[in-house]
């Protein structure tokens, strides 16, 4: 038998899986995620911290949902999180679009080529080769 804390209560309880509490907090967590979702989901324009305030729920409790992709914010910078790797502002989860693209290709070429990955040429976005000066222009380039 594994027993544990609660991370949040400190009662000692037999852990099974997943987060570290009690089944009396886990319940409550439950209740508050819930009303935390339906809180997001009426005050779309709402940040994290204002949730944090208005639910009493701790911020980084509110950060592991977004996590998870429990909880989805309206915009990247109301949920305030980044990506783990880039480090730009996301949703939900743990990486932006773009990591997350990067990383399932690398995959897929793994998978393809049945070996280690080749190292991987770098698409480095050139902002001054002439074709995204055509492309960034607002009249695009008459
Ligand atoms: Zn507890
Ligand atoms: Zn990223």
Same mark, same amino acid.
Request: glycine letters at 10%.
């Given at each position: 038998m594994n027993v544990k804390n609660c991370r949040n209560c400190r009662r000692l309880f037999n852990y099974v899986m997943g987060p570290i509490l009690c089944p009396a907090c886990r319940e409550e967590m439950e209740e508050k995620f819930q009303i935390v979702k339906k809180y997001v989901q009426e005050n779309v324009r709402t940040g994290i911290h204002e949730v944090a305030e208005a639910c009493e729920v701790d911020t980084a409790q509110l950060r592991q949902w977004?996590?998870?992709?429990?909880?989805?914010?309206?915009?990247?910078?109301?949920? %305030?999180?980044? &990506? #783990?790797? +880039?480090? $730009?502002?996301?949703?939900? %989860?743990?990486? &932006? #679009?773009? +990591?997350? $693209?990067?990383?399932?290709? %690398?995959?897929?070429?793994?998978?393809?080529?049945?070996?280690?990955?080749?190292?991987?040429?770098?698409?480095?976005?050139d902002r001054d080769s002439p074709r995204m000066r055509y492309l960034d222009r607002p009249d695009g380039g008459r």
């Open positions: 977004v996590r998870e992709e429990r909880l989805i914010f309206a915009e990247p910078s109301l949920a %305030g999180i980044g &990506c #783990e790797k +880039c480090g $730009k502002l996301i949703q939900s %989860g743990k990486f &932006c #679009e773009a +990591c997350k $693209k990067e990383m399932t290709d %690398g995959f897929s070429q793994v998978l393809k080529s049945g070996a280690a990955p080749a190292p991987v040429k770098k698409k480095t976005v």
